[in-house]
């Protein structure tokens, strides 16, 4: 197979000079890397990665191939790709098409046979960059005389705004609400439907959601209706939901202030709230708290959490470049789960409401299932409040 | 919550001697445990009888027993020691048993002893079948379908619930015997039929196949807080059908979707759960159907393992040592990650950004009667891993590091031969040892990856970067070396190629692609394993060498010494060569330089990045060694540790300007080379066993008269007794030129006259050029003729007149002088008739050092490392030989049970794979304590059968007195059964096989005799006597095979059985005062 040259220039002035293996073109955004070593197609299609350049530390991606069932949105949302191999072959009973096939299909643009442990060490020690790739297209197989090439990649990346005070929620939000009616995967179901209608109903803001949180509430008895980012409480609320689900989703929460009001709204009528990643953090942003952007983000699918009632450790799937400033929590804010790699604030609940947010990512998909009882929890405030 | 301080003492229970599916892996884990335990101040005793560990070094544990590993002189321990709780998942399968035989037997209730790590019911559960089929029931999980059956009748109900095929394994064979995999009735009835009757419980397991499934593994560990982490998954390069041990792994798992490996991390953990594993490390392996994915839980050991050594050096994790903390009441939270300098914590999960590969490594070669297939038993010896960015090259780097003479894929088959295609299907479909080469060999006979897929049952995805390697190879030929662009040279050395195998394609030599390559200025960069892909720095310098475009080496320019390691474990060459080395690095250290260890065993404790300042986990060839010290400069090099993988680079790294320290190069030369060393024992006036050269047939008979009989002979150059053999008359020797080796004046046979009934002696001393100091004389059991590394050996010499003692060392030292040697050199000597002959000079560290260091008290291998770099012997102080108060008898321990159909008979090839120490106040204690240890013990009474060769009949007649007087009834053949007849000795006399039935494997069979006494010579008696000793073996009969071990066998009798246990910290205070 015989690939055409590409080129990834940082903000920084690095350049990586490599193939492409997506599509051709030109991409920029926030370079990040994540260190999971399974589920490339889940975080391609992770609406949090929105204007993100993707860098994958395993070498290997692709291994797998994709297959439908494997989506987390409808489309790849990060704005490109950086591995090292895309193998020759895909090998898994589940593959219906290679990576690099569905790259394409998509108009999604990559490269690959480039040094990422380089590249994860640079963004490893100034946070992530602003990056640009240039795939096929005039790049000339000899990258002597590239020069051209490189220039225009180095002020693209240059030229890249960068997320701070970006909102990108009601970018990647969907226009019109629906009902969700897929439960989780199972080897030998795919995803199950679930036989009788959710004991809860459960109106989730959508400001990047990830499709497993809704098939892991679906599978928890709840009655699912998805609505846009910036619908206002009222609609929601006339909905008369038995809880409000919070999102994840891509992009600095601060400017959604569509979004903080209506959580400010909703919290006034006590019913429960359930927060993931900017949900969490919007929810936060509601409860008076404040937002920072993280010199260090969180992306991979090893993460120890702990829980600061029990003490347990939770090995989690985190993808977030902004996080809720500890120091900032008002009195009705409790923390409730902490990074144990760096001590960044992983968990929040009011004490006045039955609300409360995860940073990390529950649903995993990728990632390791530990942590997902934080749904059950959901659950349960849904099941009080209904009593009362 | 912090450690607990109810207990103030633990007992480490090590795995005792190296064996097939046990080997030093355990040495690493035993040796991170006493290190994480005796750093939190607890009192740590230790029991272990492989005196070839580092575990077993008097400064790893407060008390060290090198005693047998086996429940009633663990008891006497315990009764001395009084420990409070006993770590028993340190020392694999053996330790295990141990601890359960020790609870059975109530000893843990009467001494109040707790066990931590793993609970006796967890290690019921995960251990016995039933129990554990029901846990995974009750959790969801699904076990390979299996019945018993008890007939023929049985057989085929359970057959028809299983389908074809199905596996037929008859209950309590040795090494699964007997059994098979049935693709139809004819087959299955067969099989039934045999195991039934090969069954000692006439009973049968019949299993659903897997065979074609994938295979994977999952190191798990748990603490008491139910917070458990997944530190690596592993997939088996080799479908399901052959053993994990020899299986080709990779890490971390490749074909899987994140989907699929959540069931398989929710189901490890599920199972940990379940059997009940508290606090520690579990190894849980799983089949899945490629097809649909469904999912088997193959089985799960509630202790660390070779899988949990190899995933430490795989992910940086150390799995044992956290396992130890966990067991004493930490929790994973509370502990650090000490790769990245403590920064992240021990609970998360390492993630990879390279690929690791295992290759392990086999030597059939040593028993050509065996099967060489590979099966659901474990068969290999040892392994290598190989670290690299992408699959193929780390799978490049592994085949280049296994020391089986290949640089890369070697082609293993003529593929234009007309039997090409016959070969190959043979090895695809069933195979062998060398199956990943016939694998190449089959792409490079034209082979697609789906018909290679419809034979092995290996993923494409592993099959399609093959074929990749073989495309790269045959574009290659007919290339120059002009054709290498840099870009063209770079992109094949980053799939791996080494400059060898690329020259070899292409018919040029090693050097003209190093040059080519130097002149493009292309070297590999040094990455970091670092547990965490790069996302935090790392503290610790763990390399592996990639072609990218970041170097992360980071060298310093401090005063440095690499250490070369010994690469894979093989017979011949062991863990005795990693325990050198790991004494070389620590002694550097202590001298202020920076350690450098360079090898790649993952089962070592030299491999730990603890061990070394810097470790590079590297192949030990020239490439790669060249390319270290390219990017280090070191002030110098050490070869003389690591056996011959590292010595055999000598000459070469010398010629390139690399600074070897040390015994030069043309010493060793001196050493090796017949003439040069024929010269020298003139030289000193010493004598050599009269010995020639011989390059024909011709040459060779009338060498061999000149010589007398019974000769020595072996190829010149081939190792650690390969094919060597002793002839005791023209016609075998005849036979032996013509059909077991190629003689030509390239490769010579070398002619020795064999020592008949001399004794043995291995000598190691320790010289810093200008001083030579005697470690130690060994004194061997065995008579010449059998393997040193074979030969059971006393500590100080049992027999062996003081001044023969004094002319040997006076002969060594002479010998040291002359060769110049500065660091290690063992000597191996013959005493017949009042003459002393010199058999062989290595200027090197040999087997015998860790043993003599553990009996001194003193560690030779460190004093010598201090020697090459320039310090005194009289500056370290160590002068004068130190003699022990008390003996030591090392015996070897061998593999034949694996083997089955082997003739267990000892010669001039070596075969063991481990080595057991006994102790005692008498050399009788001490042999008797040593021949406890293996596998079979010593019977102290019951019936002795007497059967011996010609020039053994003068003694038999007092051996068979001794034996009747301690009341051993006496059975023999014929003519030795006359010989004790007249000397007025009550004997029953048996047919040998040939005579007739009922013959004396009869009588074995029946379980009649034991103990045998079976002396042999000659190749057709041998062969003819071989299912004597073959019998016996199965049937679990002590069998000694030289006149000279029966006496020793006899002094052990007459001590009986009231051993003593000693601390070595005990009988080191007992040297000195």
Known sequence: MHYKPAILALEDGSLFEGIAIGAEGQATGEVVFNTAMSGYQEILTDPSYAQQIITFTYPHIGNTGTTPEDDESDKVWASGMVIRDLPMLASNFRNEQSLGEFLKQRNVIAIAEIDTRRLTRILRDHGPLNGCIIAGGELDA??????????????????????????????????????????????????????????????????????????????????????????????????????????????????????????????????????????????????????????????????????????????????????????????????????????????????????????????????????????????????????? | MPKRTDIKSILIIGAGPIVIGQACEFDYSGAQACQALREEGYRIILVNSNPATIMTDP????????????????????????????????????????????????????????????????????????????????????????????????????????????????????????????????????????????????????????????????????????????????????????????????????TLTDKEYQILRNASIAILREIGVETGGSNVQFGINPVDGRLVVVEMNPRVSRSSALASKATGFPIARVAAKLAVGFTLDELSNEITGGITPASFEPTLDYVVTKIPRFTFEKFPQAPDRLTTQMKSVGEVMAIGRTFQESLQKALRGMEIGICGFDPVLDVEASNAKDVLLRELKDPGCDRIRYVADAFRAGMSVEDLFEHTAIDRWFLVQIEDIILEENRLKGASLEDFTHDVLYRLKRKGFSDERLAAVMGLSEEDVRNKRYSLDIHPVYKRVDTCAAEFSSATAYMYSTYEEECEANVSDR????????????????????????????????????????????????????????????????????????????????????GQTPLKLVTQLERLGVPIIGTSADAIDRAEDRERFQHLIQKLNLKQPP???????????????????????????????????????????????????????????????????????????????????????????????VHSGDSACSLPPYSLPMEIQDKIRQQCVELAIELGV???????????????????????????????????????????????????????????EIVPSFYAVKEAIFPFNKFPGVDPILGPEMKSTGEVMGTGATFAEAYYKSQGLGALNLPLNGTAFISVREVDKPEIAEL??????????????????????????????????????????????????????????????????????????????????????????????????????????????QNTS
Not at chain 1, 323 to 330: Q, R, W
Not at chain 2, 756 to 768: F, G, L, Q
């Open chain 1, 142 to 388: 000899d990258l002597e005389k590239n020069a051209a090439g490189r220039e225009l990649a180095l002020a693209a990346a240059k030229g890249f705004p960068g997320l701070v005070g970006m909102d990108l929620a009601k970018v990647v939000s969907c226009e019109k609400s629906y009902s969700w009616e897929e439960g989780f995967w199972d080897l030998n179901e795919g995803h199950r439907k679930p036989e009788q209608e959710g004991q809860f109903h459960v109106v989730a803001y959508d400001f990047g959601v990830k499709r497993n949180i809704l098939r892991m509430l679906t599978d928890r008895s709840c009655k699912v209706t998805v609505v846009p980012a910036q619908t206002p409480a009222s609609e929601v609320l006339a909905m008369s939901p038995d809880g409000v689900f919070l999102s994840n989703g891509p992009g600095d929460p601060e400017p959604c202030d569509y979004a903080i009001s209506a959580i400010k709204e909703i919290l006034e009528t006590d019913l429960p709230i359930f927060g993931i990643c900017l949900g969490h953090q919007l929810l936060a942003l509601a409860s008076g708290a404040k937002t920072v952007k993280m010199k260090l983000g969180h992306h991979g699918a090893n993460h120890p959490v702990q829980s600061l009632e029990s003490s347990k450790v939770f090995i989690t799937s985190q993808n977030h470049g902004f996080a809720v400033d500890e120091e900032s929590l008002p009195d009705y804010l409790t923390a409730t789960y902490k990074s144990l790699f760096d001590g960044s604030l992983q968990g929040i609940h009011r004490t006045d409401k039955p609300a409360f947010g995860f940073q990390g990512h529950p649903e995993a998909s990728p990632g390791p299932h530990d942590i997902a009882p934080v749904f059950d929890h959901f659950i349960e405030l849904m099941q009080a409040s209904k009593a009362v």
């Open chain 2, 559 to 642: 005063k440095k010494i690499i250490v070369l390691g010994g690469g894979p474990n093989r017979i011949g060459q062991g863990i005795e060569f990693d325990y050198c080395c790991v004494h070389a690095a620590l002694a550097m250290r202590e001298e202020g330089y920076e350690a450098i260890m360079v090898n790649c065993n993952p089962e070592t404790v030299s491999t730990d990045f603890n061990i070394s300042d810097r470790l590079y986990f590297e192949p030990v060839t020239l490439e790669d060694v060249l390319e270290i010290v390219h990017i280090e400069k070191p002030d110098g090099v050490i070869v003389q540790f690591g």
């Open chain 2, 691 to 785: 010995n020639s050269t011989v390059r024909s047939l011709e040459e060779a008979v009338v060498e061999g008269k000149k010589i007398g009989y019974p000769l020595v002979v072996r190829p010149s150059y081939v190792l650690g007794g390969r094919a060597m053999e002793i002839v005791y008359n023209e016609a075998e020797l005849k036979r032996y030129i013509n059909s077991a080796v190629d003689v030509s004046h390239e490769s010579p046979v070398l002619l020795d006259h064999y020592l008949n009934s001399a004794i043995e002696m291995d000598v190691d001393v320790v010289s810093d050029g200008k001083q030579v100091v005697v470690g130690s004389i060994m004194q061997h059991i065995e008579q010449a003729g």
């Open chain 2, 960 to 1069: 068979a007195k001794n034996l009747h007087s301690l009341g051993f009834r006496l059975v023999a053949t014929k003519g030795t059964a006359k010989i004790i007849e007249d000397a007025g000795i009550p004997v029953m006399s048996v047919n040998k096989v040939m005579e007739g039935r009922p013959h004396i494997v009869d009588m074995l069979k029946n379980d009649e005799i034991d103990l045998i006494v079976n002396t042999t010579e000659g190749r057709q008696a041998i062969a003819d006597s071989a299912t004597i000793r073959s019998t016996a073996l199965r049937h679990g009969v002590y069998c000694t095979t030289t006149i000279a071990s029966a006496k020793a066998v006899y002094e052990a009798l007459v001590f009986g059985g009231d051993t003593s246990v000693n601390s070595l910290q005990y009988l080191h205070a």
């Open chain 2, 59 to 254: 400064g790893m544990a407060d008390a060290t027993y090198i005693e047998p590993v086996e429940w009633r002189t663990v008891e006497k321990i315990i009764a001395k020691e009084r420990p409070d709780a006993i770590i028993p998942t340190m020392g694999g399968q053996t330790a295990l048993n141990c601890a359960l035989d020790l609870d059975r037997e109530g000893v843990l209730a009467k001494y109040g002893v707790e066990l931590i790590g793993a609970k006796k019911e967890a290690i019921d559960k995960a251990e016995d079948r039933e129990l554990f089929d029901n846990a995974m029931v009750a959790i969801g999980l699904e076990t390979p379908k299996h019945y018993i059956a008890r007939s023929l009748e049985d057989a085929y109900k359970a057959q028809d619930l299983l389908g074809f095929p199905c596996i037929i394994r008859p209950s309590f064979t040795m090494g699964g015997s007997g059994g098979g995999i049935a693709y139809n009735k004819e087959e299955f009835e067969e099989i039934c039929k045999r195991g039934l009757d090969l069954s000692p419980t006439n009973e049968l397991l019949i299993d659903e196949s897997l065979i074609g499934w994938k295979e994977y593994e999952l190191e798990v560990v748990r603490d008491k807080n139910d917070n458990c982490i997944i530190v690596c998954s592993i997939e088996n390069f080799d479908p399901m059908g052959i053993h994990t041990g020899d299986s080709i792994t990779v890490a971390p798992a490749q």
């Open chain 2, 822 to 880: 500065v660091g290690l050199m063992n000597a191996q000597l013959a005493y017949q008739d009042g003459e002393v002959y010199i058999i062989e000079v290595n200027p090197r560290a040999s087997r015998t050092v860790p043993f003599v260091s553990k009996c001194i008290g003193v560690s030779l291998a460190k004093i010598a490392a201090k020697c090459m770099v320039g310090i005194s012997l009289e500056a370290q102080n160590f002068t004068n």
